[in-house]
């Protein structure tokens, strides 16, 4: 019965809400109407549905397609509260009601040539609360174009080329200016957009607030001290090694301690963030096998703070050893310049001037040089997952929704994608000790 009333509200009382709040919509005659729920799209925390529509716009003839996804909370209140559902969903739904559309404002007073509309799927409805024609429960409900009708698809699984990254690199970019474009021309209305993201900590009150992420950020680091100490001919740059030693006396029974102090603020640097940037949450659409655009999507993990957690996510997530060695410096100047320009469009200020300062490439490497590490230890936790076989990665997804708690849990996460899984962890912890990117445990 809870299916039935689902469907009925989805495409009777939420396609009229649709119709009548988006103008170029609004009047129209629906002809035929279909809902399906694509296993494809099915979502790891969030139900997926694809609501196909047939209309007619008044005083035409002809028909028109409307294809939408409708993105809701999965579980019950125990799963939703235990995986932060309740922190993660109102985050996006907030992104797509009030940040975009506020950076989108900005980028068109300023009359650049920034094209934001192209930087996520068009939102035909966005709210939170009480939906009683749905469910009992709060729910958060998020309509948006299907953007896979415009030939927008996922990349590869995992590991990104330079074509790939680089436009990953800009978008992020572009979206991260905004907000220090706001703190020169407008500090209030950029801590009015703050204010509203609901914390999302990895400690709060002294306490482990993310129970679950934190399980995961143990057994996998203590999966990694394992097969350091049983590899060490791997590491042998002893400040790499020593840097690893320091990790783990410091941090190895807290990772997250470590992650807590990677959100730290200031009134400089900190931007609205993405929060899960990485290949998972990105669409590309291609020309000749040529990535030549990007859409970003699933802002669950918004926060406030250094576009360091931004940047080292999907750089140490989707960058294979020998693509990390070749092109990290260029990826971060890539990243620098067009961050740099697109302040210095959106505010109409010289790149001389004194209030850029801050935004120089030295400046700005100096403050990401202290939070990259954060990728590095995302990596840690995510790449077993990502490098598993279906049948480990089923397995995951199952104790994770079931009983995070569970001896067979922490089994299947510290042997999932096997020793070349190790490997690849290792090799990105020693990137992040080579930069400098650990100098932090020394102070």
Known sequence: MD??????????????????RNPDLRGAKVLQCTLRMPQSMDGFMATIYNLEVTFRETGCSESKDLNILIKVMKGDEDFRRQSLGLILFPNEINVYRNILPAFKQLITDSKSSIEAGTWCPRIYYSEQGSFPGYSDQFETILAMQNVQCLGFVSGPRLDLDEDHLTLMTRK?????????????LNNQKLNQLVEAIIPLNFIQD??????SCDLVFRYTQERMYKYF???TELVADTNVRADIEMLRKIYGSEPSRLMQRCLEQDDVYSVILHGDYNRNNVLFKYQNETPVDMIMIDFQENRFGSPALDLSFFMYMNMTEDVRERSWDRILRCYHQ??????????????DDVRLEPYSFESIMLHLNDYLAY??????????????????????????????HAD???EIIQKSGGDVANRRIMSVVSHCSRMGYLKFLWK
Do not use: W
């Open 375 to 404: 990728g590095a230890m995302i990596a840690v936790k995510f790449l077993p997952v990502m490098m598993g076989l279906p049948e480990e990665v089923e397995l995951i997804v199952h104790y994770f929704h079931n009983d995070i």
């Open 3 to 20: 299916g039935d009333r689902r469907e009925t509200y989805l495409k009777q009382q939420l396609l009229t809400e649709i119709l009548s």
């Open 206 to 211: 002294g306490k482990i607030f993310f129970e």
């Open 229 to 231: 100490d049983a590899n």
């Open 338 to 351: 067009e961050l740099f320009e697109c302040i210095c469009k959106i505010t109409d200020l010289p790149a």
């Open 172 to 184: 992020i970019a572009q979206f991260h200016a905004c907000s220090y474009a706001l703190r020169i």
């Open 408 to 410: 067979g849990f922490k």
